[in-house]
């Protein structure tokens, strides 16, 4: 998992509680992106931050936030408003972001709504 | 729309025996393309990249090729083994914007048995 780590690795939530997922990275990666990965379907893209204090909504923003304070860590808040939060999260990073930039991968983050 | 198109969904074969995946996508304009390995539970971990002008490209026992004028790429494993099983994910980037525009495939689960 190249040096991003994500925590917790199992997370459980009551419906109607907001949730952090952790995604930290050493790599000293510019690019930093959050994906959410349901059975059978691909992984579609949440945000993601070319630079410190900068990020852009993907393609099923609504319901999660982020923030890039540190170069190092992106974390994803998943929301009240996001209405089927139960999924396999992957945080990813890569150089810069740019056209042949490889993104590296976390272990993951299974969150169950109960 | 762009998407990128997996084929099969599922394999199983046993082990020493060669296996292609398929990658078909109506991505355009094209900037790259590349393969990825899950791990059950696991992040991706990239496998190759393809450009345009690339026609094959190996990795060990995994030898990728792309088709650019018929928008195909196989993925060929050659003396699987047990280790292989997992999902196979096929990337592909668009030409222009930044990665956060990537298009993922949902996938082929490949199971190897002894």
């Known amino acids: 998992d190249g040096g991003i780590t994500q925590s917790p690795k199992y997370l459980f939530r009551k419906e109607g509680q907001n949730v952090t997922l952790s995604c930290e990275q050493n790599?000293?990666?510019?690019?930093m992106y959050w994906y959410r990965q349901d059975p059978g379907q691909g992984l579609r893209l949440i945000y993601y931050?070319?630079?410190?204090?900068?990020?852009q909504k993907g393609d099923i923003a609504e319901g999660y936030s982020v923030s890039r304070e540190k170069k190092e860590s992106f974390p994803l808040t998943v929301t009240s408003a996001q209405k089927n939060p139960t999924a396999f999260y992957l945080c990813?990073?890569?150089?810069?972001?740019?056209?042949?930039?490889?993104?590296?991968f976390g272990p993951g983050t299974r969150l169950t709504v109960l | 729309k762009n998407q990128v198109e997996q084929s099969p969904q599922s394999l199983i074969i046993l082990e020493g025996k060669n296996c292609t995946l398929q990658?078909?996508?109506?991505?355009?304009?094209?900037?790259?393309l590349r393969w990825y390995k899950q791990d059950t539970g696991r992040g991706p971990v990239s496998l190759t990249i393809?450009?345009?002008?690339?026609n094959t490209k190996s990795n060990g026992r995994y030898t990728a090729t792309l088709d650019a004028d018929t928008k195909q790429s196989s993925l060929h494993i050659t003396a699987s083994q047990l280790s292989d099983s997992a999902s196979y994910i096929c990337?592909?980037?668009?030409?222009?914007?930044?990665?956060?525009?990537?298009?993922f495939g949902k996938g082929t689960k490949l199971s190897v048995k002894p």
């Open positions: 990813a990073s890569s150089i810069d972001g740019t056209r042949t930039d490889t993104q590296y």
């Open positions: 790599l000293n990666h510019d690019a």
């Open positions: 931050s070319q630079i410190v204090n900068d990020f």
């Open positions: 990658c078909n996508y109506t991505v355009s304009p094209f900037s790259n």
């Open positions: 393809m450009t345009f002008s690339e």
């Open positions: 990337v592909v980037r668009p030409g222009g914007g930044s990665q956060g525009n990537l298009i």
